[in-house]
């Protein structure tokens, strides 16, 4: 088996018993920096919140942003071990990192979160709503209505409760992302649920972008294809795993620096003329917008 470095066009068998999963227990583990970048301060002393900050994609963007001089609020779940390491990694680039840890179904820890953020940097420029769950099931009739309250409330309630509590810190110039996923344009017969709420977050990213255009303060999405983060193994069997991201033109998954950059983009003046758009990082997949 290649090193993921290789680009390999697949990854041995495994699984983790829990979400969102962890990057100790994966191998190969995501690459979450490039091996040659040249930062230009593109946000230099600007301030982000990530949440699901700890590993996978929101670990590629924090670091990505760290490198163009951002600090950063990582929010996870229970992932300890990932954060602190995130942490770490975003210190030796000079990165003020703040890390907090609960459970985003909730609407007084997303009010939380900007709270310690304006407590500690007195501003959020930029937010990344990212943190999502998906369970995988067979049918229509699998998914319990526990379940399905459960994936809306950590990838779309959440996204809801912390951008409304966000807005009023963030100035003219702040950018808003959110992370969906091509299930919501070609959809999952396996994650009803989740490719629902990543669709709602489309039009959540261009209802926003709409209603904030006076303030001058864009909205927009990304919506990756298959990313090899903790939550695959998380998701799906031994098997499953094996094969995944194999079923794109570029016949292989993708790492999460290779989607940071698109959140970069969009976070930095580079973007300045997107807002209510969606970013398509999937390997080579058409979608139709």
Known sequence: MKNSADHNQGFPPQSQSFQPGVTSEMFPVPETRPKTYSPGSKLKDKVAIITGGDSGIGRAVALLFAEEGANVVIVYYNEHEDALETEKEMRARGSQTLLL???????????EIVNRTIEKFNRIDILVNNAAVQFPQASLNDITSEQWETTFRINVFAPFYLTRAALPYMPEGSSIINSSSITAFRGSERLIDYSATKGALISFTRALAGSLT??????????PGPIWTPLIPAS????????????VP?????????VATSYLFLASEDGSYFTGQT?????GVVVNT
């Open 214 to 223: 006076e303030r001058k303060i864009r909205v927009n999405a990304v919506a």
């Open 250 to 258: 570029m016949g292989r998954a993708g790492q999460p620096y290779e």
């Open 236 to 247: 799906f069997n031994e098997e499953e795993v094996s094969k995944f991201g194999q079923d």
């Open 101 to 111: 840890s609960g459970d985003l179904q909730e609407e007084a820890f997303c009010q």
């Open 279 to 283: 970013l398509h990082p999937n390997g």
